[in-house]
């Protein structure tokens, strides 16, 4: 949740959202026979919104009238947890094909969903799908073969598609069927409906063959 002021008025215009009842708090007071509202992150920090609640204005410019009418406004805002996800696979998954070192290929390896909550990580589609919007970290980890010798295998976290830049790795593979591991970690920011996989690409010619002992996909909220 956040607090913009906005600069023509002493009213403050009330977006975002709280995702951890550990983390913010909300106090609810009478002051001076007004209905007064103090926000914590937690003990150890200032208070990120302290003021009377008809200083708060809704997406119409109105302020709300009373503690009830802005606590039934962001009652959906304080939840249990924040959002996270994972899909992995385990045990000698086996082997997919890479057609071409031109282009990124899916990785499919998956074949499990970890624990989750607010997203839909599906295992069956190698993907997971963000329902809240905000900054999220991303992390990805490989334990992987291929069956050629001295080439550079590229995996990368995608969104919608598109490859996420700061979430990029490549492995020089000496030797053919030897497993090594690679592992990706990054920040970004997500919109409700957008799908986070992973992509993997070589530069060889023709095709080569990629065996998978474990994977992981992972995601997890931060922030608005």
């Known amino acids: ?14 977006k975002g959202r709280i995702v951890s009842k550990g983390i913010y708090d909300m106090e609810h007071s009478i002051v001076d026979g007004k209905d007064f509202v103090k926000i914590t992150k ?18 119409n410019g109105q ?12 009652k959906d805002f304080f939840v249990d947890a924040p959002p996270y996800g994972e899909i992995y696979g385990a045990n000698n998954l086996g082997t997919s094909i890479i057609p ?7 990785a499919t390896p998956f074949n499990a969903n970890g624990l989750s909550n607010d997203v839909i990580a599906s295992h069956e589609n190698d993907n997971i799908t963000i329902i809240i ?15 050629v ?7 990368a976290v995608f969104k919608n598609g598109v490859e996420c830049p700061n979430l990029h790795g490549q492995r020089l593979i000496v030797n053919a069927n030897y497993i090594s591991v690679n592992g990706l970690s990054g920040i970004i920011r997500c919109n409700s409906g957008d799908v ?13 063959s990629l065996s998978t002992k474990y994977a992981n996909l992972s995601i997890k909220y931060i922030g608005g």
Do not use: H
């Not at 986070?196 to 080569?208: E, P």
């Open 1 to 14: 949740m956040e607090f913009y002021k906005k600069a023509s008025t002493s009213n403050w215009i009330l």
């Open 42 to 59: 937690n003990a150890y920090f200032n208070p990120f919104f302290e003021g009377f609640v008809t200083e708060i204005t809704k997406e």
């Open 63 to 74: 302020p709300y009238a009373d503690f009830a009418e802005l606590e039934a406004a962001v």
């Open 100 to 106: 071409t070192g031109t282009a990124w290929t899916k």
């Open 133 to 147: 919007p905000g900054v999220y970290i991303a992390s990805a980890i490989f334990s992987t073969a291929i069956d």
């Open 149 to 155: 010798n001295n080439t550079t295998l590229d995996t």
């Open 196 to 208: 986070i996989d992973v992509r993997c690409k070589y530069d060889a010619a023709g095709s080569v």
